[in-house]
């Protein structure tokens, strides 16, 4: 069995409002899933209207989830037939923080389906849903002066090639803790904005 060592955790923080772009164009990974081609136009705004495109025709938002950290537009159930291109905003990030241990939990909402006369439960997922905690040594007021930012966010797996869970996300809430004859410690939780993309 394989065992991974914890490397990392990187916090990006949005500078500015955004830059307006039109029709970016994109790469197709396999699977449904096209990634913005500029890599510096991949931080995607989720606080801005966003317009994808199959050729001249708008996609339907129903058809698609958005990963804001990666600028990764995932297609589920649709088959395009033209080039997929992204028009809304992109962010400019700052690296503000690390960590020293982080938690991500991926919360599957699960809906009961079973009928009548079933034996056993059935359940089925109709929504997933994220959150990230990180704890450092404490610094300075950051994130309390910065609740209201939004953040993107790599947690990786491997490091030193790339392997990382990568999100958009908004803080949720932010702690502060010590004991005699200990450092102050910080604890920062996040909800994952879009879809979490594991690259």
Known sequence: ??????????????TGSGTSTTGQ?????????????????????????????????????????????????ILAGYTPA????????????????QATDWTLDIQPLLEEVQVFGDAWKSRVCVQKDATVTFNRFYDDQFFLTNSASYYVI??????????????G???ASMGISTNKNETIKENVSFSVLGAVDYA
Do not use: E
Not at 29 to 54: E, K
């Open 82 to 97: 033209g080039a997929i291109t992204v028009t809304g905003q992109f962010l400019t990030l700052s690296k503000i923080a």
């Open 169 to 171: 996300a908004s803080q």
């Open 1 to 14: 069995m394989a065992v991974l060592a914890g490397r990392n955790a990187d916090i990006y923080i949005a």
């Open 25 to 73: 164009a994109t790469t197709s990974l396999g699977g449904g899933v096209y990634q913005i081609t500029l890599s510096a136009r991949r931080y995607i705004n989720p606080n801005a209207s966003l317009t994808v495109l199959d050729g001249v025709t708008t996609v339907n938002p129903a058809n698609y989830q958005v990963a804001y950290g990666t600028g990764k537009i």
């Open 154 to 167: 790599d947690c990786y797996a491997l490091q030193s090639s790339g392997v990382r869970w990568s999100f």
